[in-house]
Nanobody
Framework: QVQLVESGGGLVQAGGSLRLSCAASGPTFSNYDMGWFRQAPGKDREFVASISWSGYGTNYLDSVKGRFTISRDNAKNTVYLQMNSLKPEDTAVYYC????????????????WGQGTQVTVSS
């Protein structure tokens, strides 16, 4: 089973950028679609972006389109989330998960969650 470790979070001012990484263990990483979710205090975990196993297919939450970019490097067993033009409403703990369907936006379609990485955007 793939195990995931998220990193790259931090405190940034509005308009700034961060790049999150999700490192996976296990030899079958390239077989899986991957997704990023986030959870703000008092809110449900929500879909942010996903990418197919090949990297050719991607999906985004409407509110992050044009600002966030998901990518992956199968040779490094890592998926990334480049976040630009950050807004205070992007503040949340960000998690990555594995799936067999990158079109899915329900968290139940993903598993292998790591501990998450905190992103805080100040106004």
């Amino acid at each position: 089973q793939v195990q995931l470790v998220e990193s790259g979070g931090g405190l940034v001012q509005a308009g700034g950028s961060l790049r999150l990484s999700c490192a996976a263990s296990g030899p079958t990483f390239s077989n899986y679609d991957m997704g990023w979710f986030r959870q703000a205090p008092g809110k449900d975990r929500e879909f942010v972006a996903s990418i197919s196993w090949s990297g050719y297919g991607t999906n985004y939450l409407d509110s992050v389109k044009g600002r966030f970019t998901i990518s992956r490097d199968n040779a490094k067993n890592t998926v990334y989330l480049q976040m630009n033009s950050l807004k205070p409403e992007d503040t949340a703990v960000y998690y990555c998960g594995v799936s067999n369907n990158f079109s899915a936006r329900r968290q139940q379609a993903y598993n292998g969650w790591g501990q998450g990485t905190q992103v805080t955007v100040s106004s």
